[in-house]
DNA sequence: CACTTAATTGCAATCGTTTGCGGTAACGAT
DNA sequence: ATCGTTACCGCAAACGATTGCAATTAAGTG
């Protein structure tokens, strides 16, 4: 029924608790005789500590808490899939909580994991945060926090964020490499720090190229698959269909795809596309995307492991350091030469 | 710095620990004056109540833990968005662990679960878990449990599943009516009870088609991708290719599709492939998959309900319970009418 | 004025665990 | 017989919050 505490195999033994403490911990003051009894005992009670009776006295926690929008993304399910293992081989266990892109649910979500007194915090923002009050008062606490992917510029604190710059700039310039002249880019939301990154890669690559830059080849919106669609259908009320669509996503680049198909218009031949992050479906869809590989269960390890240092240096050389992952650029069907 | 508590408010008004805890749940017998001033400076300490204390206190807590295989699968990772969801409407925190397919690793997820007094447990097992002892030993400590998906049909507890003998019969019938005879079936693991019931439907479908069963078309293997095509190999060992194959799950069919690619054989003229999931994946494929759609985020919101009723009875009335969700055959390209 | 009653608040114990410090017993040494 | 060691072990406080009960004060009553 109950739970069996360090008291009840005290009694058990007529001992007294603080001797079964030691005995549990392997202390030296402690007999082996004792320690053989206890270990018996708790065994035979299959006792099992209760951690928050520990972390109350010890002031610390062994929880680590994430918060990203959404789960049901590959992207971030591998991210979380990095961050479990490497808290697993630190003997910490993790909090997940999902804002569902909402700033609101954000700040609620990250209050209960700072009343969990959450040993550290692992967040990649929601795409419509706008206010960075609630990251701030963690930091105030003392408590450690690692952004990842969706990060906050804003903030001195530490992130893990991959090169986009780099990568959306070697996918456009592979785009014009090929040929191609007109080239749109679904861009995510403005204030968000990897969409004004991939833009801006979009951009400089635009200019090495030589080609002008028109803004009405440019549609900011969301980061998802229905602002694919969306993002496609109001390119096209700016402008004449582009040769080539550099996306800020691969789920935006899913998006523009259906859209496409549906339109009837045949991928490469009659228009482009090019997507971001590598997620496993875009290989198998026809044809295959080309798209900039992300490495994302990386991302998860590496925001994990600098918490966990962030952690044991208990804040005394708070020194935030980014770091930032290499992306890659996979060359498929989606794109092709032309002219 | 560090966290500010109910005593330091206390201290900074004068007045004791009690006062400032009642006043801040509104206690009657607190002035209205008292928990204006308490408020004012719980808000300027910006004071969030430390669970841990809290459950300690209470002797429950407020978490309930989570086990899945790989959370960086689309079926887990929508069923934990479903889980979340369910939990933040409910006041609740959400501890997850994967097990990575390895049963000692669930086993130490367990523990370290129980040892953070999870109020309940939601579980997806292993696919290598032979042995059901860590649960048993969590129903004894009066912990309730549900299980999903990956379920324990050794153990009285409640689960959440689908109805995969029924999916898999209405599946293997369609073939049948298309005109396919030489239907394959790559099974899972032969002591899953998932793989199990997909087998039953399988085999009794061909039964009601009146075909024979032939044992040399069916083979047993895992759930993922690999053993998609580690699967069709053995099975190309033991016989001809077959007319037609049903997967087990998405990801097998993937891996079976991708290797029947390489062959150089079309789908479905060549061979017919049906998968079981409704992955988002399979349905941008080409040809897109035909499948049994299971309700992934309607199982974690259901598990996570049931759990909280459970929970909420307090072990009053115990009685474990199957909800059994439905499966919906998804026709798509991968199959076509033949003869 | 003495006494009851209502309105507030504080004391102290409690949840399960840890840990500094003090205590006891047994032993050998002087 | 006295003292010092050594080896074990227990007492009690503490972590932060909650809560039954007692205490205090003020107000109301006869």
Chains 1, 2 share one sequence.
């Not at 530490?158 to 002249?181: E, H, M, P, T, W």
């Not at 004449?240 to 339109?263: H, K, L, M, N, Y």
């Amino acid at each position: 029924m109950t739970q069996s505490t360090i008291k009840d195999i005290a009694r058990e033994l007529g001992i007294s608790p603080s001797t079964v403490s030691r005995a549990l911990s392997d202390h030296p003051d402690i007999s082996i005789n004792t320690k053989k009894k206890v270990r018996e005992w708790a065994e035979k009670l299959s006792y099992q500590p209760n951690s928050m009776a520990q972390n109350l006295k010890k002031k610390s926690s062994n929880i680590i808490g994430v918060i990203v929008p959404q789960v049901k993304h590959f992207f971030f399910a591998a991210i979380m899939g990095g961050i479990t293992d490497i808290a697993y081989d630190a003997g910490y266990t993790v909090m997940i909580c999902q804002s569902n892109e909402n700033m609101q649910r954000e700040i609620i979500n990250t209050n209960a994991l700072i009343s969990h007194r959450v040993a550290g915090l692992l967040i990649s923002v929601s795409q419509y945060t706008t206010n960075y009050e609630h990251f701030i008062q963690v930091q105030q606490r003392g408590i450690p926090i690692v952004f990842f992917d969706r990060t906050c510029e804003e903030m001195k604190a530490s992130r893990v964020v991959v090169n986009d710059y780099g990568g959306a700039f070697s996918a456009v310039q592979y785009l014009i490499k090929c040929g191609y002249k007109r080239i749109a880019h679904l861009a995510g939301p403005e204030h968000l720090a990897i969409s004004k990154h991939r833009f801006d890669g979009y951009c400089d690559a635009l200019k090495a190229g030589h080609i002008t830059f028109d803004k009405r080849l440019v549609v900011f919106g969301g980061l998802n698959e229905e602002d694919g669609v969306t993002g496609y259908n109001s390119l096209l009320e700016q402008a004449d269909a582009p040769e080539a669509i550099f996306c800020v996503t691969d789920p935006v680049a899913i998006g523009a795809f259906s859209r496409i198909r549906e339109d009837g218009f045949k991928i490469p031949d009659d228009i482009a596309l090019v997507g971001f992050s590598d997620n496993p479906t875009v290989s198998l869809i026809d044809p295959p995307l080309t798209t900039v590989r992300q490495p994302a269960y990386d991302i998860g390890k590496t925001a994990a492991a600098l918490l966990l240092e962030q952690i044991h240096l208990k804040s005394k050389k708070f020194s935030s350091k980014t770091i930032t992952l290499e992306t890659e650029l996979i060359i498929r069907k989606s794109t092709r030469l032309i002219a």
